[in-house]
């Protein structure tokens, strides 16, 4: 049996990835009952041995644990890998070639149109460039999985109480919600996601929030923190400028009152039609 001290030396990883592993149930160190510390055996040395072989190959968590259970053979996962790796290489040797072709040397000489559009042609011949807009929409799913809210019966007055609200949430929208840290911040997971919760008041009543504790859990696959934070704030901006825009229009004299909040709930359904859609397309993946 081996220390995470000397896990972190063969295999060069920290403990924070190993902790991690652990937490989304990749490996399974048993507790020294002397002093509760991990002991890992030769099995999960070289589990994580393989776990990081194959995020080198970037495997997703998702298909590793598949692997792992015996869910999914490894021809099949490695077959499906270079499919996706494939399609990257693609997306990066048609802009590794579009490069050579901007020649302009200052952006404002930058003809953006023309570039454009040659890309267009480009793509309708078969070339494959990196699909911006899918990055808006994992961003939109991702932020389901990141953080959520609900009204909870009670006023969560007590930790019995939050208790007990984040378990009846969890039953009526059937998760797998487990409770790994009760209090006024009470810790929980979904399907190995691990999420923290607070309460608020409201004008209508007690709120509970629920927001994603690690950031790799609802990040989208292959796509940086700031990348996704770009995309989150394009996400703010376009829905509060929508909004503000509407509640403005009356005041300039561009319809009346009753018009805005007509157009205001056609915004909200298209939003919430953009969900649903999101939901059948992507699936309800607390993964991400």
Known sequence: MASIKEVENIT?????????????????????????????????????????????????????????????QLPEMIKSQK?????????????????DRIKEENLSDLDVDYYLEEMRKAESLGSVFVKVFDDYKQVRNSEQIRTFTFMPDNMCMNQAEFTESLCKYGEENQLNLVITKEGMTPHFTIDGIEYKAYRY????????????VNTEDYLPENMSEKKYTYYRRIRKILIAGGVCMLMCLPVLGFWDGKDRFIVLGLIIIGELSSLIHSYFAYGRNFKG
């Open 12 to 72: 060069g990883i920290d403990r924070q990835n190993i902790r991690y592993y652990e937490k989304e149930g990749l490996i399974h160190p048993k507790r020294n009952k002397m002093n509760a510390y991990r002991n890992y055996s030769k099995e999960d040395i070289q589990t994580i041995k393989q776990i990081i072989l194959f995020r080198k190959l970037g495997v997703s968590i998702e298909e590793i644990r598949h692997l792992l259970e015996g869910k999914k």
């Open 83 to 99: 499919i996706r790796l494939q399609q990257e290489a693609k997306e990066l040797e048609a802009a590794l070639k579009f490069c």
């Open 201 to 212: 008041g409201t004008r209508y009543g007690m709120m509970v929030c629920c927001e994603a």
